[in-house]
């Protein structure tokens, strides 16, 4: 069965980076889109951006655009979110899934942004 696992969260200062992974198991990793999802402290799961199966193009939410990166490493079923200048309002449990609503994600990592 679908199986995804997230690492890498932590707490970060503003200004800083993080990079997040997922790894993926019990699909066809190379020809599913993949999702980075997030839900911060009382509201709802948001899209973060979401990539192609062979990791060619990807897709960002505008509050995230230009500051993250989502990388995929087929030979490694792993996902990547690299998260530059990282802002208070980035806090969040991030998430990798295979759907956008977020129905097949993982336990999640948490990101904290503070001073």
């Known amino acids: 069965q679908v199986q995804l696992v997230e690492s890498g969260g932590g707490l970060v200062q503003p200004g800083g980076s993080l990079r997040l992974s997922c790894a993926a198991s019990?699909?066809?990793?190379?020809?599913?889109?993949m999702y980075w999802l997030r839900q911060a402290p009382g509201k709802e799961l948001e899209w973060v951006g979401n990539?192609?199966?062979?990791?060619?193009?990807?897709y960002y939410a505008d509050s995230v655009k230009g500051r993250f990166t989502i990388s995929k490493d087929i030979a490694k079923n792993m996902l990547y979110l690299q998260m530059n200048g990282l802002e208070v309002e980035d806090t969040a449990v991030y998430y990798c899934?295979?759907?956008?609503?977020?129905?097949?994600r993982g336990q999640g990592t948490q990101v904290t942004v503070s001073s």
């Open positions: 990539i192609n199966g062979h990791g060619s193009g990807a």
């Open positions: 899934s295979i759907d956008e609503q977020g129905r097949e």
């Open positions: 019990g699909f066809p990793f190379s020809t599913y889109w």
